[in-house]
């Protein structure tokens, strides 16, 4: 009985132009004893990043001295963590914890639209962190007349933009593709490459895309940033002091390591893909943690170093007027400025 339904689950709709499925299968992991393990960090990462994350945006919506351009952009960065990291895990967990692998074709493509959505806004999130560090290096007695909420605003505003038409066009010529062999995704989500792949038509037009995309949500951010670095390099060169060039590099070693946390999975794994064949599972781990840890780890890295931030939250805590609030609140408190005196 349950071969007869999966069968009639994952048959295909025929038009007269393609073979659209019903169903998708998401693969996962193959042969790795213990995987549920895996599953239960990734729950524990997804409750941090959400209980970090919130108490970020909290922050800064509720005091108003944040309410700066620098903030707007912490801002972004926080909320996309914690869109995205929704968008995944809990449909990750879902998906291989009870055993629902199967996945409505239309549901596929919106679970696609997602995560490639926040992973790439966060990519330019990045780039637009760097400029600010740039100008606040290079250009420091005119930082408050360029790097203004107006400027902020349309920068972020560009990115939610562009990444929607982008992404939303590169997904939609999946519309057009016929699958009438096999509907098992080697992912552990409606991943792109391992969709398309399974149509039985031309899917050229879908690699140009999925290059395109590539070319332009991952690698030319990077490049922009690291352009921004060679230029504050430059900049720190010509200070005599090198306690300043200490201080001034001390600003941007927060933004390095989130840079180096998000783009070193994903370069790896791409790369990896076009000089040889990777395994399943390897580009299964090295994408799940790209998604995963660098949203985990950003306002642990940068806005705890933040001094601006932690002065807001004592100032938070000392307001609460509920006792019981207090004590609910006093051990993240206690963890957070800990970390502060440890650092």
């Known amino acids: 009985t349950d071969s007869l339904l999966n069968k009639e689950a994952t048959s295909p709709r025929f038009n007269n132009t393609f073979v659209r499925p019903v169903n998708f299968y998401l693969s996962g992991f193959s042969n790795i004893p213990h995987i549920t393990y895996y599953y239960v960090f990734l729950c524990f990462v997804y409750i941090m990043t959400v209980i970090g994350n919130g108490l970020l945006l909290s922050v800064i919506y509720m005091v108003k001295t944040l309410h700066t351009p620098k903030y707007m952009i912490v801002f972004n960065l926080a909320l996309t963590d914690l869109c995205g990291s929704t968008a995944l895990i809990p449909k990750l967990l879902d998906t291989f914890l009870f055993n629902r692998r ?3 074709y239309e549901a596929c493509l ?3 639209f997602f995560v490639m959505f926040f992973g790439a806004l966060q990519s330019w999130t990045l780039v637009t962190m760097a400029y600010d560090r740039f100008v606040a290096i290079c250009f420091p007695l005119r930082y408050h007349s360029i790097v203004t909420k107006p400027a902020i605003t349309a920068m972020l505003l560009f990115s939610w933009v562009f990444i929607t038409c982008q992404v939303a066009f590169t997904i939609a010529l999946i519309d057009r593709l016929s699958f009438c062999g096999s509907v098992v995704v080697d992912s552990f989500y409606c991943d792109h490459g391992p969709v398309f792949y399974l149509a039985c038509n031309d899917t050229s037009l879908n690699n140009i895309m ?35 060039r200490l201080k001034a590099l001390k600003t941007c070693s927060a933004h390095l390591i989130l840079v180096a946390i998000f783009f070193l999975p994903i370069l790896s794994t791409n790369v ?9 599972n390897a580009r299964i781990i090295n994408s799940s943690l790209s998604h995963t840890i660098a949203a985990f780890l950003n306002p642990i890295l940068y806005s705890l170093k ?14 609460i007027p509920d006792w019981n609030l207090q004590v609910c609140f006093s051990p993240w408190m206690t963890m957070i400025f800990g970390y502060q005196l440890w650092q």
């Open 102 to 104: 199967y996945i409505v």
């Open 110 to 112: 919106s679970y696609m």
């Open 272 to 280: 990896a893909a076009l000089a040889s064949s990777i395994h399943p």
């Open 210 to 244: 999925a290059m395109a995309a590539f070319l332009l949500l991952i690698c030319f951010p990077l490049v922009l940033i690291a352009i921004t670095y060679v230029s504050i390099s430059i900049a720190l060169s010509r200070i005599a002091s090198a306690e300043e």
């Open 306 to 319: 933040t001094e601006e931030v932690l002065n807001s939250m004592r100032r938070l805590y000392k307001q």
